[in-house]
């Protein structure tokens, strides 16, 4: 009975100091990356990425809508990317190799991404038609680096890769032959994959996060999105998109506030 008590008590012991360090990170809750991620290697993804992002950039600067370096609002959104790439690494190590870029579009497009890789983009639309404040561009930049970050392209490509195995399996015991189709070979198009609600829900929070770190209001992902909600009046209701409405948007940031405004106001004490 003694060894009984003795082993209890490292036990318990155990518990108790592990406790606070398994709830010790604040901020926002999204669980891990997503296993189909697995599928697919990240850096063939971040190569062709690269590749795309390059394609991207030679088609606007033929178009001469490449923004130069001495445009003012490139400039700003470099600024704030300054402010934020830093914490990237804490969502995902690798993100500390990468070559992180920012571009800006000339284009009426209300729109800005951030291929696997850190390459990002803003059109000038989003910034002329919304007349966006630096936190609003924060929550926007935060969303597009957080779908990089949780690597939801990889994980797109990864589903899509599991479901044309089943199919070649499937065809293989029928005698229809082997398909072998390759996901990454056959040049997926990552300006044109969709992301599923739950992943759009997931980079607005860690977006959300990664803004009020770097010391911008999270707040402004409210503003953030009732400017797009009256921009994108005849958008179809949330269960004809892939994206959720801007209503459940904004009630979901607002739910996360608590979690997430500590963490500004740290960054601007600090």
Not at 93 to 116: E, F, H, K, T, Y
Not at 168 to 182: C, D, E, P, R, Y
Not at 236 to 260: D, F, M, Y
Request: charge should be positive; charged fraction near 20%.
């Amino acid at each position: 009975m003694q060894f009984a008590r003795g082993w209890m008590s490292v036990v318990v012991g155990v518990v108790l100091v592990a406790t606070p360090l398994a709830w010790a990170r604040d901020g926002v809750e999204v669980g891990s990356n997503s296993a189909f991620s697995k599928l697919v290697p990240a850096d063939q993804v971040e190569q062709t990425a690269k590749l795309q992002y390059q394609q991207t950039l030679q088609q606007a600067q033929q178009q001469e809508a490449l923004a130069p370096a001495s445009n003012a609002q490139l400039q700003r959104l470099r600024r704030i990317a300054q402010r934020i790439v830093p914490l990237t690494p804490d969502w995902n190590p690798r993100a500390r190799d990468w070559q992180w870029q920012v571009n800006l579009i000339g284009s009426s497009q209300v729109n800005a991404w951030c291929m696997p890789g850190g390459k990002i983009a803003f059109y000038t639309g989003i910034l002329d038609k919304l007349q966006l404040t630096d936190d609003e561009i924060a929550a926007v930049m935060g969303h597009e680096i957080a779908h990089a970050l949780r690597e939801h392209a990889r994980e797109r490509m990864g589903k899509s890769m599991a479901t044309n195995v089943g199919a070649n399996l499937l065809s293989q015991i029928l005698g229809a032959g082997n398909l072998g189709q390759q996901i990454i070979g056959g040049g997926a198009q990552l300006l044109t994959l969709q992301f599923s609600r739950s992943d759009e829900t997931e980079a607005d929070l860690v977006g959300l996060e990664l803004a009020a770190r770097a010391g911008f209001d999270p707040r402004a992902g409210i503003s953030l999105w009732q400017k797009m909600s009256a921009q994108n009046k005849g958008a179809p209701p949330q269960w004809l998109s892939t994206h959720p409405a801007g209503s459940s948007r904004i009630a979901e940031i607002e739910r996360n506030l608590p979690k997430v405004l500590p963490l500004y106001e740290r960054a601007r004490k600090g």
